[in-house]
């Protein structure tokens, strides 16, 4: 039987993001997922290949930003393609704070995402 990543799946993980939960959040990815980060020395940002390493990543933006959180988080699926959209928030230890809304392009298998795009919006750290 396929399973199904429900638009709820989605909301679940995004929920976890923000509590800061990684095996909450990593539920949904497959084991062979690849993450193409927000910034990076590529046109496509960073990439990032395997659950583990996408969780040592994941668990590494809340390591240096402690009060990272995606708030006003929306989100729907379609077929095999699913997107998240999102603002996300966070103060890094220098004090420079992150404000800018993003979105999650995703590709599912079997109720797995596979692929995970990060977009957010180009806008400078600001002085908390």
């Not at 993980?13 to 990593?26: C, E, Y």
């Not at 590494?60 to 959180?69: I, L, N, P, Q, T």
């Not at 603002?87 to 797995?112: C, I, Y």
Request: charged share 25%; with cysteine; proline share 1%.
């Amino acid at each position: 039987m396929t399973k199904t990543l429900t638009a709820q799946d989605l909301a679940d993980t995004f929920d976890a993001f923000n509590r800061h939960d990684i095996d909450a959040v990593m539920t949904h990815f497959a084991d062979d997922c690849v993450f193409y980060t927000v910034g990076g020395d590529e046109k496509f940002g960073n990439k990032i290949e395997g659950k583990e390493a996408i969780a040592a990543a994941f668990s590494a933006v809340w390591g240096g930003m402690k009060d990272a959180h995606w708030d006003h988080h929306s989100h729907f699926v379609h077929g095999d393609r699913a997107v998240s959209e999102w603002t996300f928030s966070g103060t890094d230890g220098n004090g420079m704070r992150v404000e800018a809304e993003g979105a999650d392009l995703f590709t599912v298998r079997d109720g797995q995402l596979v692929v995970k795009q990060a977009l957010r919006k180009s806008r400078p750290a600001f002085k908390a």
